[in-house]
């Protein structure tokens, strides 16, 4: 049973910083890649980051893209996502999720950051 628990959500004024966690347990050995995605209500789930266990390389999303880093500890099965310049636009649920580029098997229970103007 594999299981990816979120953490570091919270409340942060605009122009400031969060850093998200991603703590995997369990047989992920199928999952090469790990992602953050978010989701508001009502609206379709959006892709934020993914970056390969091995090697560590990464993507981003556009909105994203200069103010969000993501990055991986191999040894603690962690992934992380160093979130700065924050908007309030980038208020919502975040979630990560443990897959491949095809799809993804495992997907954590969520963490709410939410960013005053």
């Known amino acids: 049973q594999v299981q990816l628990v979120e953490s570091g959500g919270g409340l942060v004024q605009a122009g400031g910083s969060l850093r998200l966690s991603c703590a995997a347990s369990?047989?992920?050995?199928?999952?090469?890649?790990m992602s953050w995605f978010r989701q508001a209500p009502g609206k379709e789930r959006e892709f934020v980051a993914r970056?390969?266990?091995?090697?560590?390389?990464?993507i981003y999303a556009d909105s994203v893209k200069g103010r969000f880093t993501m990055s991986r500890d191999n040894a603690k099965n962690t992934v992380y996502l160093q979130m700065n310049s924050l908007k309030p636009e980038d208020t919502t649920v975040y979630y990560c999720?443990?897959?491949?580029?095809?799809?993804?098997?495992?997907w954590g229970q969520g963490t709410q950051v939410t960013v005053s103007s």
């Open positions: 970056i390969r266990w091995s090697g560590g390389s990464t």
């Open positions: 369990g047989r992920t050995s199928n999952s090469n890649i």
């Open positions: 999720a443990a897959g491949t580029t095809a799809t993804y098997f495992y």
